[in-house]
C-alpha cells in the first residue's frame, strides 16, 4: 500500500456540486497539506494542518475547506465547485524533524469540473 | 511574498550534463529544495541545500549561493527516464514545513 494514498484518483463534476478528495496516509506523520496543481503554476498551499485540531489557511483557500478527521486522515471539500478549481489536487504529509526531505505525496486526484 | 523563478523548458541530449537554475525571493531563508515530477505523478524529493556549496546524490548535485539567492540542479549522464518537470522550492513564511514552490521546468531528454 501506498504511504499517502487519495481517492479518487480522477474525478469529473459538474459545477456548483460538493466534493470530497480524501486522503489517508500510514507514515506517521503529524503534518498534513493539501496542494493544488495547475500548469505553468507549480504547486499552490491550499489548507495545511499540524494535528488534528490545527488547521490552517494556505496561500489559496478560497472555495476550499478541510477536515482533519484523524491523524492519518485530511480531507479537502469543494463546497460548491466552479470550473476554474478544475486542476490536479495533492496531499502531502511531513515529519516535523525532517524538513523538505521528510516530504511525501500522494499520487494525486485529477479534478475536472463541467 | 516569495517568488521563485525557474525556466520553463530544458532540451538535452542523452549522456549529456544539464542545469536547471532557480532564483529566489522570500523575506527569510531556510533552505531550497528539489523536486522531481514524472508527467502527471506525485513529487517526490531530490535534495536540499541548508547553507552555501554543492550537495551530490548519486548523479544529481545541487547548489546553492545564499548571498546570489540563486541555486541549480545539476543532472549528469542523461538518461531518457530522467524526462521530467524538476521544481525548486523554499519553506513557506510561518514555519511548519510548508513549501512554496517554483513554477517547474520541463526536462526533455533526447536520443
Known amino acids: 500500500d501506498a504511504d499517502v494514498t487519495q481517492t479518487p484518483r480522477n474525478r469529473i463534476t459538474k459545477t456548483g456540486k460538493r466534493i470530497m478528495l480524501e486522503c489517508s496516509q500510514t507514515?506517521?506523520?503529524?503534518?498534513m497539506y493539501w496542494y493544488r496543481q495547475d500548469p505553468g503554476l507549480g504547486l499552490r498551499l491550499i489548507y495545511y494542518s499540524f494535528d488534528v485540531k490545527d488547521i490552517n489557511k494556505g496561500e489559496i483557500s478560497d472555495g476550499y475547506s478541510v477536515s482533519r478527521q484523524a491523524q492519518a486522515k485530511f480531507s479537502l471539500s469543494l463546497e460548491s465547485a466552479i470550473p476554474n478549481q478544475t486542476a490536479l489536487y495533492f496531499c502531502?504529509?511531513?515529519?516535523?524533524?525532517?524538513?523538505?526531505?521528510?516530504?511525501?505525496f500522494g499520487s494525486g486526484t485529477r479534478l475536472t469540473v463541467v | 511574498g516569495q517568488s521563485l523563478e525557474q525556466p520553463s523548458e530544458v532540451t538535452a541530449v542523452e549522456g549529456a550534463i544539464v542545469q536547471i537554475n532557480c532564483t529566489y525571493q522570500?523575506?527569510?531563508?531556510?533552505?531550497l529544495s528539489w523536486y522531481q515530477q514524472h508527467d502527471g505523478g506525485a513529487p517526490t524529493f531530490l535534495s536540499y541545500n541548508g547553507l552555501d556549496g554543492l550537495e551530490e546524490t548519486g548523479r544529481f548535485s545541487s547548489f546553492l549561493s545564499r548571498s546570489d539567492s540563486y541555486g541549480y540542479l545539476l543532472l549528469q549522464e542523461l538518461q531518457m527516464k530522467d524526462s521530467a518537470s524538476y521544481f525548486c522550492?523554499?519553506?513557506?513564511?510561518?514555519?511548519?514545513?510548508?513549501?512554496?514552490f517554483g513554477t517547474g521546468t520541463q526536462l526533455k531528454v533526447e536520443l
Open positions: 522550492a523554499v519553506p513557506a513564511a510561518g514555519g511548519g514545513n510548508k513549501l512554496t
Open positions: 507514515k506517521g506523520h503529524d503534518r
Open positions: 502531502a504529509t511531513s515529519d516535523r524533524g525532517q524538513g523538505p526531505a521528510g516530504y511525501t
Open positions: 522570500t523575506s527569510g531563508f531556510y533552505g
